[in-house]
């Protein structure tokens, strides 16, 4: 037996959670086929590995890197998400998906695609088959699985503005362009909650939504419609039941009711008052888990997450949220309360810092928080920020810091990154321009070298998190594990070298110690050296 490279002498880490063991591993026309002590096997390329840990190639179980995909230069874009060792990213979360395309919500992908990259997209498909059918055509750089948008399919039936609920023919065309996209090979449903038009829809619009899900055996994930103690969303006392676990039960008794299983998105407690809710977030989760539900949840390893500006304005203003900011009356009014909310929740505007305004007069700002910002604009904080949100087409992308922890106090970020049912994600939004977010080049390697020597898991643990838990969630059996017949979708990895070094402040730097990266067979990071010109990913359709 020949094959085409082996990697030997390494410490291999088969993605299961198994202790590493020393392994060489044979790959052969895009898959692994031969695994152990395969000294006597010729082969075409040999890579020396000695000293180096072999794992399986990263998957960012939430991402919005298919934004990226139908521009040429995606390959060169994208090159922080291969440095750190991913190979599949699972995209379309948070209820924005690039399909299906109506002529109702057109515009509305158009401008979320702004948000996405700073750029529009020029889609020449309306159909979630046309979408995936175009990336098998002009290539990818990694591999990249779908999810069907909620939010972009109800924009695309009932506008993205509309407040009311769904009637029966409109919810039977948003069920009939969700099945089309499913049968395309969408692995699963998103719903983001916190965005219109997610957030104006109720427990019998959802549950018929996650009906969907579980009918054809796929994930149904959801951005919740609250992640902070108190939100704007619900008018019930926090006192009572804070608003982040009331939106968590809701979604929890949806998929209780419909059997569908779920898949939590960044799973995050946004602003200080609410870092103390994380347990009995956890014991809920625990809870609907041993009742039999299918649930688990997914996180990054950062006290801050990239989001729209517009994020912070309660539902009934969004449909005339540019008047409301263009009127000093309203802003007035905003401002009292806006001043309340923030402070039970333990978080202000001081904690927003500026990713990329995404209008002209506002660009001179990025990479600030927005008080800096303000000041050196001379404008008060309010108005600079409803200004940049209005002049943006609320498409300023920003981040929000105090999540899950802050400083020195990461308790409830770490209770969460260690849990069993938790897998690792990225959430960013990577761009050609602007200031970055740092989970972009640094996420995979921070939970391995930061995470693991702060004690909490194992380098096996961490690697399963990234790996074979996330294609276990996805169904996925070749992939996320080193094993004969798998794909070859590999990272070598020099543990000693091993360090994430982007920063808040510098959020645009790779990391160190992710030596090689092979995509389905192809080494697409040689050493060092990557090639953005390779389509080497697949679409995954499931």
Same mark, same amino acid.
């Given at each position: 037996m020949?094959?085409?490279?082996?990697?030997?002498?390494?410490?291999?880490?088969?993605?299961? %959670?198994?202790?590493?063991?020393?392994?060489?591993?044979?790959?052969? @026309?895009?898959?692994?086929?031969?695994?152990?002590?395969?000294?006597?096997?010729?082969?075409?390329?040999?890579?020396?590995?000695?000293?180096k840990t072999v794992a399986p190639g990263f998957i960012d179980i939430h991402s919005h890197g298919d934004w990226l995909l139908p521009f040429r230069n995606h390959g060169e874009i994208m090159e922080p998400f291969i440095r750190q060792g991913m190979t599949s990213i699972v995209a379309g979360n948070c209820g924005f998906s690039p399909a299906p395309v109506t002529e109702l919500n057109r515009e509305v992908l158009l401008e979320n695609s702004r948000l996405m990259l700073d750029d529009y997209a020029r889609p020449d498909w309306t159909t979630m088959e046309g979408f995936l059918g175009s990336l098998d055509r002009n290539g990818v750089a990694l591999n990249v699985a779908e999810l069907v948008g909620h939010g972009i399919v109800r924009a695309g039936v009932t506008g993205l503005l509309n407040m009311d609920a769904p009637n029966a023919e409109e919810l039977s065309l948003m069920e009939r362009l969700i099945k089309e996209s499913l049968d395309a090979g969408c692995v699963g449903i998103s719903t983001g909650l916190g965005y219109a038009p997610g957030i104006f829809a109720q427990e019998e619009e959802l549950k018929a939504v996650a009906a969907w899900a579980a009918d054809s055996g796929k994930l149904f994930t959801s951005h919740l419609k609250a992640y902070s103690w108190a939100s704007g969303v619900y008018e019930s006392d926090p006192v009572e039941q804070p608003h982040n676990i009331k939106a968590l039960e809701e979604v929890l008794d949806v998929c209780l009711a419909t059997g569908a299983?779920?898949?939590?998105?960044?799973?995050?407690?946004?602003?200080?008052?609410?870092?103390?809710?994380?347990?009995?977030?956890?014991?809920?989760?625990?809870?609907?888990?041993?009742?039999?539900? @299918?649930?688990?949840?997914?996180?990054?390893?950062?006290?801050?997450?990239? &989001?729209?500006?517009?994020?912070?304005?309660?539902?009934?203003?969004?449909?005339?949220? =540019?008047?409301?900011?263009?009127?000093?009356?309203?802003?007035?009014?905003?401002?009292?309360?806006?001043?309340?909310?923030?402070?039970?929740?333990?978080?202000?505007?001081?904690?927003?810092?500026?990713?990329?305004?995404?209008?002209?007069?506002?660009?001179?700002?990025?990479?600030?928080?927005?008080?800096?910002?303000?000041?050196?604009?001379?404008? @008060?904080?309010?108005?600079?920020?409803?200004?940049?949100?209005?002049?943006?087409?609320?498409n300023a992308r920003v981040l929000l810091h105090k999540y899950s922890g802050g400083g020195e106090d990461e308790e409830a970020?770490?209770?969460?990154?260690?849990?069993?049912?938790?897998?690792?994600?990225?959430?960013?939004?990577?761009?050609?321009?602007?200031?970055?977010?740092?989970?972009?080049? %640094? &996420?995979?390697?921070?939970?391995?070298? &930061?995470?693991? =020597?702060?004690?909490?898991?194992?380098?096996?643990?961490?690697?399963?998190?990234?790996?074979?838990?996330?294609? =276990?969630?996805?169904?996925?059996?070749?992939?996320?594990?080193?094993?004969?017949?798998?794909?070859?979708?590999?990272?070598?990895?020099?543990?000693?070298?091993?360090? @994430?070094?982007?920063?808040?402040?510098?959020?645009? &730097?790779?990391?160190?110690?992710?030596?090689?990266?092979?995509?389905?067979?192809?080494?697409?990071?040689?050493?060092?050296?990557?090639?953005?010109?390779?389509?080497?990913?697949q679409v995954l359709r499931g």
């Open positions: 020949e094959c085409e490279i082996k990697l030997f002498g390494g410490e291999m880490i088969d993605g299961t %959670g198994a202790v590493s063991r020393r392994a060489d591993v044979a790959i052969n @026309d895009g898959e692994i086929v031969a695994v152990g002590d395969l000294a006597d096997l010729e082969a075409e390329k040999t890579l020396d590995c000695t000293g299983r779920l898949q939590l998105s960044h799973l995050i407690f946004v602003g200080s008052n609410t870092w103390p809710t994380y347990s009995g977030v956890l014991e809920r989760i625990e809870k609907a888990h041993a009742s039999g539900l @299918d649930v688990a949840f997914d996180a990054f390893p950062y006290t801050a997450g990239n &989001t729209t500006a517009a994020v912070l304005f309660p539902a009934p203003m969004l449909p005339r949220l =540019e008047e409301i900011l263009a009127s000093p009356e309203e802003m007035s009014g905003l401002r009292a309360f806006a001043d309340l909310a923030f402070e039970q929740i333990g978080f202000t505007l001081d904690d927003i810092q500026i990713m990329n305004a995404n209008a002209g007069n506002f660009d001179r700002y990025n990479g600030m928080f927005v008080d800096v910002a303000a000041r050196e604009a001379g404008m @008060d904080i309010w108005d600079f920020y409803g200004r940049m949100v209005i002049e943006s087409k609320r970020l770490r209770a969460v990154l260690a849990h069993p049912l938790c897998t690792i994600e990225t959430d960013t939004l990577l761009s050609a321009r602007g200031s970055q977010n740092p989970a972009s080049y %640094g &996420t995979f390697p921070r939970a391995m070298s &930061t995470y693991v =020597e702060r004690g909490l898991f194992s380098f096996e643990e961490a690697v399963h998190k990234m790996t074979g838990a996330s294609a =276990e969630r996805l169904g996925w059996k070749d992939r996320g594990v080193i094993r004969e017949g798998t794909m070859a979708d590999i990272a070598v990895i020099d543990r000693v070298a091993l360090s @994430d070094t982007a920063t808040f402040e510098k959020p645009d &730097t790779f990391p160190t110690g992710i030596e090689h990266v092979f995509i389905n067979g192809w080494h697409v990071l040689n050493a060092g050296r990557y090639d953005g010109s390779l389509r080497a990913g």
